[in-house]
């Protein structure tokens, strides 16, 4: 085993399991000489809010915009304030900054988590919605958040493009905000081959805006109600995903089996695994660890032909384009947290021996640090 490469993604073998029904999708779409917002689309929309257990689904570009439209859809906008984390992608803050709302950053808790507890001290008169990151397939306390939201009367919206499949107290991730966003980057539990995302939410009236929204603002060819966007998720990844959303439960289910295995192993060594302690609701999107030394042990893994990677090196308000607005401002468990975090090989096509190696792999080095 040592001498084989164990990659964080598996999109070669996943390939190889589904050829033939990605092959026959995408005839399907060449067939039809219809790439753009027709059947395959729709039918995918069709069938993702009926896996979540929503009325609606509207497929877009990308996760990204899938956060503008529906800050658009809900008026939020100049001169508004969107609490968030400053642990996500980039893609979580560029959605606010694009509707010309300021982002107001919470600090986070021990699992990289919005600290519920400190968003009330960020209210002001401008705060117009709360945006909390399912990280990693995590999920937020959503029972206080909700609460918290109905007390100021503020918008929920959840970005939950690492939550595809995950979980709160038995109901998915993405239905519990006004209007919440998915993405289907190609690295997502739930991803086509290229960019796309989609907004799901159970009000109508909603819906039909982010559908104007998404397609220049049209409510008809040509006849434009509103300011819009080109963000429109098209027939090819569509199809595909319809074949992926099938798997993606079982796939998931296997993403826990392993995730269970590293937590037995790891915690011989004291290594702390990120959701660790709520396997069953997590879809472990990316298995994290905290661990000292991180960056040595990244190379020591690589050394082993095991890929790693951190997720993510700087929070969000030390980006260079956001350093100087929000430079006096601590976050020093945010902070700690990206320093210490490495996430690990995960995905459906993983071999529990291979988890086994990984851990040994680890165990060694931590015995020479020590």
């Known amino acids: 085993m040592k001498n084989q490469l164990i990659r964080l ?7 190889k399991v589904y050829h033939n029904e990605y092959i026959k999708q995408i005839n399907k779409v060449l067939n039809s000489g219809w790439f753009i917002l027709g059947s395959q689309v729709e039918k995918f929309e069709k069938e993702f809010a009926k896996y979540l257990g929503a009325k609606y689904c509207i497929g877009v570009g990308n996760g990204l915009e899938a956060i503008q439209v529906s800050f658009m859809a809900l008026g939020v906008g100049k001169d508004d304030e969107v609490i968030t984390t400053p642990v996500s992608a980039v893609a979580t803050v560029l959605a606010i900054i694009a509707v010309g709302a300021k982002p107001v950053f919470v600090d986070t808790d021990e699992n990289g988590l919005i600290n519920i507890d400190l968003i009330e001290d960020s209210i002001t008169k401008k705060t117009k919605a709360i945006l909390p990151v399912h990280l990693y397939g995590q999920a937020v306390n959503l029972d206080k958040l909700i609460s918290i939201c109905k007390k100021y009367k503020l918008f929920l919206v959840e970005d939950a493009a690492q939550a595809h499949g995950s979980t709160f107290k038995g109901k998915k991730l993405g239905t519990f905000g006004k209007v919440n966003a998915f993405s289907f980057y190609p690295t997502k539990n739930l ?37 819009g966007l080109n963000s429109r998720l098209d027939e090819l990844q569509a199809a595909i995903l319809q074949v992926k959303l099938k798997y ?105 021996a291979e988890v086994d190696y990984i851990c040994e792999v680890i165990s060694e080095f931590e015995q020479k640090i020590d």
Not at 9 to 15: P, R
Not at 193 to 201: E, K, N, S, Y
Not at 214 to 227: A, L, M, N, V
């Open 9 to 15: 993604n598996n999109f070669n073998k996943e390939i």
């Open 191 to 227: 991803g086509c081959f290229g960019d796309g995302g989609a907004i799901v939410t159970n009000s109508g009236k909603l819906a039909k805006i982010c559908r104007q929204i998404r397609d220049y603002g049209q409510e008809e060819k040509y006849i434009h109600k509103k300011y």
């Open 248 to 352: 993606l439960d079982k796939n998931n289910k296997k993403r826990r089996v392993l995730a269970k295995r590293y937590l037995n192993n790891l915690s011989k060594l004291n290594i702390r695994v990120i959701g660790g302690d709520n396997i069953s609701d997590n879809n472990f999107h990316l298995l994290v660890i905290r661990v000292k030394d991180r960056d040595k042990l990244g190379s020591c893994l690589k050394l082993d032909g095991i890929e790693s990677g951190v997720h993510y090196p700087l929070i969000i308000p030390d980006q260079p384009f956001l350093k100087d607005t929000y430079k006096d401002i601590p976050f020093p468990v945010s902070r700690k947290f990206v320093k210490d975090i490495l996430s690990l090989p995960i995905n459906s096509y993983l071999k529990l």
